[in-house]
Structures are given as C-alpha cells and as structure tokens.
C-alpha cells in the first residue's frame, strides 16, 4: 500500500494549505481526529482508483465515511482549487504551458436522448370522462375476461 501514499516532500507542500477543522465534537470531547496526511491518502487513494468511499474501509488507510467527510469539507473551503492552481502554476514555471494550443470546450445543454425518438402518444384525459365501460381503453370484447369479480349478491 505504500506506492499509494503521498510522498512526504509533496505532503509537505500540502499541508499548509490545509485549513483547522470547521468544528469541534459538539459535546467536547469524542474521538480524536484522524491525521490529514491519513484522510489525504485516502481521498487521493479513492480519486485515482475510482473505488466507491466505504471500499476505502478495507485499504486500511483510513475510514472511507471519515474520508468523503473531510473531502467534502475540504471541497467547501476550496482546498482543492487552490491545489490545482499552485499545480498549474509550477508546471508553467518549470515547463512552461503553451496558451496558444488550449482551448476550452463545455456543454451547457442537454444532449438529445435519441435524436428524433418519437414522443408516445398519451389518451387526453377529459374533466368529464367517467370510469364506465364506454371510456375503456380495451375493447368492449375484452371487457368479459376481465381478472376482477364482477357484482355479487350483496351490491
């Protein structure tokens, strides 16, 4: 599990950025909390193998509910931004990023399901259209071999 972790000189770049905890145990005490280098292996374990989070459970590298917690907490102060950017930012200074060769692409509609998938027709349903024989969708032939009782004796 080892080729998993971060590595310490990287860790040490990250952890400054990390911000203090959003709250404390409401009532004082409780567990203690588990390292963010611990949590950070696990969320980077989970983003680069696509496991589902309590899959993290049996990696032993930390709680997967301890880690989608301190991910979503950590996504809500912009943790992760901020690491993309300084990622960003040092690969240009060391290798430099071409501006001219990206482009940027988005969708902001949705996609056609089918294409030209025809929409099925729905029966208008009238204000007065009682539920009697004569507005049955089967025909009036069908009607006898219906499953459901018909009247007995005491209606």
Partial sequence: MDTWRIPYELWLRIAPLIPPPEKKHRFGGGRPRVADYQVMNGIFFVLRTGCQWKALDATGICSGSTAHARFQEW??????????????????????????????????????????????????????????????????????????????ATT
């Fill in 75 to 152: 996504r809500r102060v912009g943790l992760f931004e901020r690491l993309w950017v300084l990622g960003l930012q040092e690969y240009d200074a060391t290798k430099g990023i071409d501006w001219e060769w990206l482009a940027m692409d988005g969708a902001t509609t949705k996609a056609p399901l089918a294409g030209t998938k025809k929409v099925a027709q729905t029966r208008p349903i009238g204000a007065n259209a009682a539920s009697n024989a004569a507005c049955s969708p089967r025909p009036r032939e069908c009607l006898s071999a219906s499953p459901l009782p018909g009247p007995t």
